[in-house]
T-cell receptor, first 114, second 116 residues
Framework: AQSVAQPEDQVNVAEGNPLTVKCTYS??????LFWYVQYPNRGLQFLLK??????LVKGSYGFEAEFNKSQTSFHLKKPSALVSDSALYFC????????????FGKGTRLHILP | ETGVTQTPRHLVMGMTNKKSLKCEQH?????MYWYKQSAKKPLELMFV???????ENNSVPSRFSPECPNSSHLFLHLHTLQPEDSALYLC???????????????FGEGSRLTVL
């Protein structure tokens, strides 16, 4: 069973506009959720995580994510996109059914248009 | 800058060669991982070491052989690879508490492998 899904392969946003990268999850119990970013020819970098508490989580580079339990979603957001935000974004979840391993989505490529 | 260092960054090898990828973490973590990243595929977890013991092997072919001599170093030994093994191999580390992987992963910049 798929643990995390990113329904969009690519998202295009004009610079200065708000951006959203979508993620839905499917795990038993309370999820631990993460967002990572990968710039070209680099490894993944941690952006933010949700463990418990406030549903709105703030992270690096002005990004934030909203945990929605009823919709099993954890969408990544930023109020005003920068060209330098163009990268590959991965949602991930700790899956208790798989010995607490962190499972990644397939990634969403974000293009910020100048 | 990353606390996880991978070498080499790029590697080209023939199908009969034997080579190794190296990973070193300077973060004091107790768990290390190998992931495979191929184009248009989800990130694949290959191996997990926690406290220097292998705790997961996701049915990886035996032509990939991991080694974790201590908590700071992780190797991936390669031999008799196939062209479809060409990919970016990412090493990561984390701090596991009571065997649980609750924290975030810290990744190296990857080793780009091309098998001819």
């Amino acid at each position: 069973a798929q643990s995390v899904a990113q329904p969009e392969d690519q998202v295009n946003v004009a610079e200065g506009n708000p951006l959203t990268v979508k993620c839905t999850y499917s795990v038993s119990g309370n999820p631990y959720l993460f967002w990572y970013v990968q710039y070209p020819n680099r490894g993944l970098q941690f952006l933010l995580k949700y463990i418990t508490g406030d549903n709105l989580v703030k992270g690096s580079y002005g990004f934030e994510a909203e945990f929605n339990k009823s919709q099993t979603s954890f969408h990544l957001k930023k109020p005003s996109a920068l060209v330098s935000d163009s990268a590959l974004y991965f949602c991930a979840v700790r899956d208790k059914a798989r010995d607490d391993k962190i499972i990644f989505g397939k990634g969403t490529r974000l293009h910020i248009l100048p | 800058e990353t606390g996880v260092t991978q070498t080499p960054r790029h590697l080209v090898m023939g199908m009969t060669n034997k080579k190794s990828l190296k990973c070193e973490q300077h973060l004091g973590h107790n768990a290390m991982y190998w992931y495979k990243q191929s184009a248009k595929k989800p990130l694949e977890l290959m191996f997990v070491y926690s406290l220097e013991e292998r705790v997961e092997n996701n049915s990886v072919p035996s032509r990939f052989s991991p080694e974790c001599p201590n908590s700071s170093h992780l190797f991936l030994h390669l031999h008799t690879l196939q062209p479809e093994d060409s990919a970016l191999y990412l090493c990561a580390s984390s701090q596991a508490v009571a065997g649980l992987n609750t924290g975030e992963l810290f990744f190296g910049e990857g080793s780009r492998l091309t098998v001819l």
